[in-house]
């Protein structure tokens, strides 16, 4: 039997991958900003903080969906 993915994919899963997207596009536009100036430290930390944001939204909907699922 499929589950229903509607319901994991509700309010709160929505609202944590918008926030997380726009604070990807702040950090994306800080990366090409750092590397216009030529400063490799700054475009390497973004990026890092991108990944780090990334991986926090996979934690956030994968509780999100174990909660409404009862795994």
Known sequence: ???DN???LGGPAIAL???GAIIDIILF???FKFADEENLFMVLLTA???GIIALGIAKGLVSLSRRN???
């Open 29 to 31: 536009y800080f990366m």
């Open 48 to 50: 890092a903080l991108i």
């Open 69 to 71: 699922y009862g795994k």
């Open 6 to 8: 509607g319901k994991a």
């Open 1 to 3: 039997m499929s589950r």
């Open 17 to 19: 991958v918008g926030i």
